[in-house]
């Protein structure tokens, strides 16, 4: 068993972030610093006629105003690809201020640069515009009768039409059947921290302190748009103040904060303003779900159709992938998920922390809530009774699962055998159970991973790698991954990331950020240790000297024979011995390419446990066990903790989340943390993380499967499910308001 | 209904003295420091910490009074740097989460958020911080339901609330125990 | 923002001065409303008068067994002030209940009342908006208005009065003292919020340059069985979808005292007096309580997305009185 992988260490960079001395993207500080601020379209569809900057150029301290009559035209605009590809990775196929254009609310449509952040957010106010108005679609209603199912979506990798079997004629057959249809609100993603570039060039380099999920994808991305060779681009992240997607893709500001900066020829700070969130880096679409359920009486399940349908920009083919794990989370010979789309003037929807799954399992998992009552089965037994072995898509078995042991410990948590006895009363409060299945894929990159280790000679070691550090805990894990390989206590190793001279990485999106990272980083520190060994064994001065490498192994921060224990020496005396000052292994983890042998995804569960007000409606979710088999952990306090705030991210999206178009003027109607609701302290409540241990052998080198989203995928129906078992009402719409139950 | 009364309060009738709206010098005493900023009246405390003190331990997640993030003291209590106007600081002791540490030694409120992983991205946790450790000055630090209420203006998009309020009830009992041992 | 001038004042007729003699200047007292607005482009001032200086942030009691508080102590300190939390829990609770505990420490009791609506297309700065922008239309009347108000509204505008402290206020028929130049005023707090009408950009009847000094609340024996029960989606730090401000006393099964008021759902804090009405000399109880309810509410004129507020008022109001009848009822 692994002595540093999975133990509970604090995080590395709690002092930095409690002292406030962690520097984020728009707290970096550099001669001659300049603010930039963005305005965006007061209309959603048309054109502008006029622009007049002179009042913005008049006012105090401003240095330069952008509009798409002087912002220099990009180099190219790359489609739009997820990031965890590993290349450019715009959020959408359009680029701002390039022609008169308007394709949504809120397009930037002028940048303002000055010499202070209020002149600048002044001065942005002033530049005035002359629209030529056309009417906006902008909601499902608008786009109901004229929507397309596309070939494909999400960069071109999930098919528009997927199916197996005959699904019409296995619902006509059914001896049960449920149809439900269900609205869900758009949602922001709303990180603390609004998206920010500082900017610089120097010598004809540009330098990028950018808030990202991955610093490679932003210097693949400006590089692209501003035909700048790769080379000549740094980006710098060493802390990220939250992403949840919205720093997934690569959105305009950070290339037009490198715009301004060449412009005014002076370091620009771009920092979106809360409201600007809303329009900047994409959203949760709004969505409509039609869930159809055959089964027989025993409750197994015969027939499965999904159909999604939610508006995308002008621009893009773009739904979150609501229906994938849904095909492949039951066994059931009869399936057909179809995505439709129709037009709309919004943004590009984009990833939101677990995108897709935590939409899509809301509405599969409620149905199948419904048809457990229906059938008079508990909602657990029903899910058991529909364990997929094997993945249903694919006929293959997984390559980990561990969901019946999440059922179980679950519903052992939560005290799920008292939900039979139906709900309690307590004062005006009724309270209720509920429970869902969790799923999201364990997808990987597609393309190799690099890492680089060292070792000093006096005993220290530092991993190195690209990724960047959103509030995983990134740099803890990965220092015990380093530790754990090269067998020296963790204390020793420090991980250095958030920069793109280092080994290049994809960006850490869906989940996939600590398996891929560690496999980088495990392969180079497992690359170092045998170098080492290595040498030593063909070191005269080694104890070692001579001995067969495979009976070396690692004691107590030393290298030893494995059956003489007394026998060996540090890395230290090693390299001293050597007059090396370091030694270091840079190495890769290719993912394996082809058809893989394995159906991977994550599983779990969740039990809510919720009271509503009988008369008021008000609904207060009392307690929420999650139970998840994330394969490898490797820190189990930093995953229970991503896990936790993944949970109380579905209880936002049940109950409070949502994003209100005003469909005349085109224009979210509530963009700011006042008015879009996010939890609060007093929201959440006693949140049990349980974790299931499952071996992966197949994910990645370390079997590690991810804990990102996994925490979101099914906590809205878990919510829901407990609602109905509380009132008696079914709720088919998110969020989940008073309105709903009075 | 109104009444029409003498004005009876007051002395002063000079004008007061207007200043700005260029920049004007202020006087800001944060963290023991005095900070003189040639600065216009209408920036925030926020801005002024942030870039003119370069204290970015402070943060601008909405600059709306709607976050928290910006959480300093004024004399002792927690205010919303970003609605407060710098100008309207001066003679009054400004804090910040960078004045929190006894040098090298954390409080015993940071400490305990790192104990209990209070945290993930880390940029709600200055405003958190300097609003947990004047809760508990407040006397709002009783139990997990004041708590939550009493930390509602603190929003943490990672939602590492249960952690949050595990860690205060234990600095809490710290700054108990710290106080006795000053007053014994 | 735009640029401001700026300065501090050091006594009331001082700064009652300056500001009555330049339109385009305004008092800063904390400064929740004024910079959040300044900054957001709803306010244009152009010189602002600080005054936290002035001495009047007193907690007293007057005379005739009254309360005055000073319109520039904050609300964390007024709630917190033994003899209001004995004596007007229900002005403690709803101050409790409003924003975060960080805004309540900055915030004035004057500049509480005079806080803006929080109606999204007056806050954004652009929309038509006959508050912000008299004659430019109301967005809000076919917009997004789930949050909006039902009662008092006119169709020039909808937006509620976002007051927590107000509600109470009203309840226990408070007066708002100030000063102009010329000299004091009183005004009673029914006729200090003022409904939109034809003239929602006027919200109060005060001149330009009127200070709030104090709020007096009178003494009100009755006031010690309060509550102020607040409805809101988030659990806290959010303004009320419906709140009820409620004081009740009942001898022998029947009320003989009701004072009833209530927020998020009108555009003004809104007396409920055709309930109280009702209800006094009334059978202490919910099916009596739920008549006077219905009756207050029967003039809501709501949109489709904020109907449920009529209903939810009702229950809201029936929940309030409930829980201050004493146990056993009209028994």
């Not at chain 1, 055998?417 to 299945?437: E, K, Q, Y």
Request: overall charge negative; proline content about 6%; some cysteine.
């Amino acid at each position: 068993m692994s002595a540093v992988i999975g133990q509970p260490l604090p995080r590395i960079d709690g002092r930095p972030k409690t002292t406030g001395a962690a520097r984020y993207s728009a707290d970096i500080p550099l001669p001659g610093l300049t603010y930039a601020v963005l305005a965006g379209s007061r209309i959603a569809a048309g054109r502008i006629t006029r622009v007049n900057a002179a009042p913005a150029l008049a006012a105090t301290g401003v240095i330069a105003v952008l509009t798409h009559e002087n912002l220099p035209r990009i180099a190219a605009q790359p489609p739009v690809l997820p990031s965890l590809l590993g290349g450019p990775s715009p959020g959408e196929t359009f680029f701002p201020m390039q022609d008169a254009t308007i394709h949504y609310g809120g397009q930037h449509v002028a940048l303002v640069v000055a010499d202070t952040y209020e002149r600048a957010l002044h001065a942005a106010g002033l530049v005035e515009f002359t629209y030529e108005e056309e009417p906006a679609v902008t909601v499902i209603d608008q786009i109901r009768d004229r929507t397309e199912v596309p070939d494909s979506l999400f960069g071109g990798f999930v098919p528009g039409h997927s199916s197996r079997g005959d699904v019409e004629a296995a619902l006509d057959r059914a001896e049960v059947r449920v149809d439900a249809t269900y609205h869900l609100a758009a949602n922001h993603q709303n990180p603390l921290e609004t998206s920010a570039t500082t900017a610089h060039w120097e010598g004809g380099r540009l330098f990028l302190h950018d808030a990202t999920q991955g610093p490679n994808a932003t210097q693949h991305t400006v590089a692209a748009l501003l035909g700048v060779p790769h080379a000549d681009i740094r980006v710098i992240s060493h802390y990220v103040g939250g992403s949840f997607g919205a720093k997934a893709s690569i959105w305009h500001h950070s290339t037009l904060a490198a715009m301004a900066a060449r412009h005014v020829g002076r370091p620009v700070r771009l920092a979106l303003t809360r409201e600007q969130m809303f329009t900047s880096c994409g959203h949760r679409e709004e969505q409509e779900h039609s869930v159809s359920l055959g089964a027989d009486r025993q409750g197994r399940l015969t027939a499965l159709r999904h159909h999604k349908l939610s508006p995308t920009s002008q621009h893009d083919d773009w739904a979150e992938t609501s229906l994938e794990v849904g095909a492949q989370l039951y066994a059931c010979d009869a399936y057909e998920g179809v995505y439709r789309l129709g037009r709309a003037h919004t943004m590009t929807p984009t990833f939101m922390r677990c995108p897709g799954e935590a939409s899509g399992l809301f509405a599969l998992e409620s149905t199948l809530d419904q048809l457990a009552g229906e059938l008079g089965l508990d909602p657990l037994e029903l899910r058991l009774r529909n364990h997929a072995d094997t993945d249903p898509v694919t006929e293959k078995p997984w390559s980990s699962k561990g969901l019946k042991e999440c059922y179980r410990r679950g519903a052992e948590l939560i005290g799920w055998h008292r939900r039979a006895a139906g709900p309690v009363a307590d004062g005006d409060w009724l309270v209720g159970l509920g429970m869902a299945s969790a799923a999201y894929p364990a997808a990987g990159p597609v393309n190799p991973q690099r890492a680089r280790v060292r070792v000093y000679a006096d005993g220290s070691a530092v991993a190195q790698a690209a990724a960047s550090e959103f509030g995983t805990g990134v740099g803890t894990a990965m220092a015990q991954v380093a530790a754990e390989a090269l067998g020296l206590p963790v204390e020793r190793v420090r991980f250095e990331a958030g920069d793109t001279d280092l080994p290049n990485l994809a960006s850490a999106v869906g989940s996939t950020g600590a398996g891929m990272i560690s496999a980088a980083v495990h392969r180079a520190a497992v690359a170092l240790r045998d170098q080492l060994i290595a040498q030593a064994v063909a070191d005269p001065g080694s104890p070692l000297h001579g001995a067969d490498p495979g009976r070396v192994g690692l004691s107590g921060g030393r290298m030893v024979l494995r059956d003489r224990r007394d026998t060996g020496e540090s890395y230290a005396e090693l390299l001293l011995r050597a007059h090396q000052p370091d030694a270091e292994a840079t190495r890769s983890w290719a993912p394996p390419q082809g058809e893989p042998t394995h159906a991977m995804m994550t599983f779990g569960a969740h039990f809510a446990e919720v009271a509503v007000d009988r008369d008021l409606g008000l609904v207060r979710v009392r307690r929420l066990v999650g139970a998840f088999a994330p394969g490898r952990v490797l820190n189990a306090r930093t995953a229970k903790s991503q896990l936790m705030g993944g949970m109380l991210w579905g209880m936002g999206q049940a109950l409070l989340e949502q994003s209100v178009m005003d469909r005349r003027a085109g224009r979210w109607a509530n963009p700011s943390l006042g008015d879009y609701l996010v939890p609060v302290n007093a929201d959440a409540p006693q949140v049990d993380v349980e974790l299931v241990e499952v071996t992966d052998d197949v994910v990645n080198p370390l079997g590690v499967k991810g804990v990102g989203e996994i925490g979101q995928a099914g906590t809205a129906a878990a919510i829901a499910a407990a609602v109905h078992h509380a009132t008696g009402r079914r709720v088919r719409n998110l969020p989940i308001v008073v309105e709903d139950l009075l | 209904m109104t009444t029409q009364k003498p004005v009876t309060r007051g002395t002063d009738t000079d004008p007061p003295l207007l200043r700005g709206p260029g920049p004007v010098t202020v006087a800001l005493k944060v963290n023991g420091t005095t900070h003189h900023l040639d600065i216009e009246p209408r920036v925030s405390l926020l801005s002024a910490l942030r870039d003119g003190c370069d204290l970015t331990g402070s943060k601008r997640g909405c600059d709306q009074g709607t976050c928290g993030a910006c959480t300093v003291w004024v004399e002792g209590r927690r205010v919303l740097g970003c609605l407060t106007l710098a100008i309207t600081c001066e003679g009054h002791e400004v804090t910040t989460v960078e004045g929190l540490a006894d040098g090298d030694a954390l409080h015993p409120m940071q400490q305990r958020f790192i104990d209990a992983d209070a945290f993930q991205c880390g940029y709600c946790t200055p405003g958190q911080l300097m609003s947990a450790v004047a809760l508990v000055r407040e006397g709002r630090a009783s139990d997990e339901a004041e708590i939550k209420e009493w930390m509602s203006g603190n929003l943490c998009r990672c939602a590492a609330y249960p952690h949050i309020r595990t860690a205060i009830l234990a600095a809490r009992d710290d700054m108990a125990a710290h106080d006795r041992e000053h007053d014994a | 923002m735009r640029p401001i001038g700026y300065a501090r004042a050091t006594a009331v007729s001082q700064a009652v001065k300056a500001v009555s003699g330049d339109r385009d200047s305004t008092y800063l007292a904390g400064g929740t409303t004024q910079v959040d607005l300044l900054r957001q482009g709803v306010f244009g001032h152009a010189t602002l008068i600080d005054i936290n200086a002035l001495p009047l942030t007193g907690i007293d009691r007057t005379d005739d067994g009254g309360t005055r508080i000073g319109a520039l102590a904050r609300m964390s300190d007024v709630a917190a002030d033994p003899a209001v939390r004995d004596h007007l829990p229900l002005v403690a609770e709803s101050l409790e209940l409003s924003a975060s505990a960080q805004l309540r420490h900055m915030a004035s009791i004057g500049g509480n009342l005079l806080q803006r609506v929080r109606c999204g297309y007056y806050r954004d700065g652009a929309s038509p908006c006959n508050k912000r922008a008299p004659g430019s239309g109301c967005a809000a009347l076919t917009g997004v208005n789930r949050n909006h108000a039902v009662l008092g509204v006119s169709d020039r505008c909808i937006a509620v009065h976002p007051s927590d402290l107000a509600v109470a206020l009203t309840a226990l028929d408070a007066r708002v003292l100030t000063a102009t130049t010329t000299g004091e005023r009183a005004h009673h707090i029914d006729d200090f919020f003022l409904e939109p009408g034809d003239t929602p950009e006027r919200e109060h009847p005060l001149e330009h340059g009127e200070l709030i000094t104090a709020v007096e609340i009178p003494d009100t024996p009755t006031a010690r069985n309060s509550r102020y029960l607040k409805l809101r989606d988030r659990q806290s730090y959010e303004f009320a979808l419906v709140s009820v401000a409620a004081t009740l006393r009942v001898e022998h099964g029947l009320v003989t005292g009701v004072r009833l008021a209530l927020g998020g759902v009108a555009t003004k804090p809104w007396r409920a007096r055709q309930a109280e009405g009702m209800l006094l000399g009334g059978t202490a109880d919910a099916q009596t309580y739920a008549v006077a309810a219905r009756a207050e509410m029967a003039a809501a004129r709501p949109t489709p997305a904020n109907a449920f507020k009529v209903e939810l008022a009702q229950r809201a109001i029936v929940r309030a009185l409930t829980s201050l009848t004493p146990a056993g009822g009209a028994a």
